[in-house]
């Protein structure tokens, strides 16, 4: 595992990965806010072919659009990030699918959960995103397509836009 963008403070094992989200930091191209971002912690490893990524968040979700999940990325103009996204004072599931503009979506999630399982789906060029409450059962949030590229750095994403920064816990990560 490697990092794109290393956060001053971290701290990890096999199974278990805590952040200290920095402020100021994002990924994001042009879409509604004419800018480009591509400074948020990305802890991945090298996948090739199909694969299914998972891993469990836990996150103290303060400021507007703290965010915590998954990506999977070919380069800084073709990726995928999900998980939880704080917008407008409640946790959302989020999915942002960049082929060079971003297109996001989100959908709220009920009673703001203390944690939540993400996973990421490849089929050939086809990533579908799914969240889950209870860590079995998975719900679909986004299928689409992202690339037909054999290799994709796949791992976990945490970033603080727009407020003073957050600590984040990623447990159980795998990648089958």
């Not at 689409?144 to 957050?166: H, I, K, N, Q």
Request: include cysteine.
């Amino acid at each position: 595992m490697e990092w794109l963008n290393e956060p001053a403070e971290w701290q990890g094992d096999d199974d278990r990965l805590t952040v200290g989200v920095e402020p100021e930091t994002d990924c994001w191209r042009v879409t509604a806010h004419d800018f480009v971002a591509d400074d948020a912690h990305f802890y991945h490893r090298t996948v090739d072919g199909d694969f299914t990524a998972t891993v469990t968040v836990t996150g103290g979700y303060a400021e507007q659009y703290d965010q915590a999940g998954l990506m999977v990325r070919e380069e800084k103009s073709i990726w995928l990030k999900t998980g939880v996204e704080y917008v407008d004072g409640v946790q959302q599931a989020s999915t942002v699918l960049t082929r060079e503009f971003s297109d996001w979506s989100v959908s709220p999630l009920e009673d703001d959960p203390k944690s939540v399982s993400v996973r990421v789906e490849r089929t050939g060029e086809t990533v579908e995103t799914s969240l889950s409450l209870d860590g079995e059962s998975y719900t679909m949030l986004r299928q689409g397509y992202l690339t037909d590229a054999e290799s994709l750095r796949v791992g976990m994403m945490a970033a603080a836009p727009t407020g003073d920064g957050f600590e984040v816990t990623f447990e159980d990560f795998t990648v089958e």
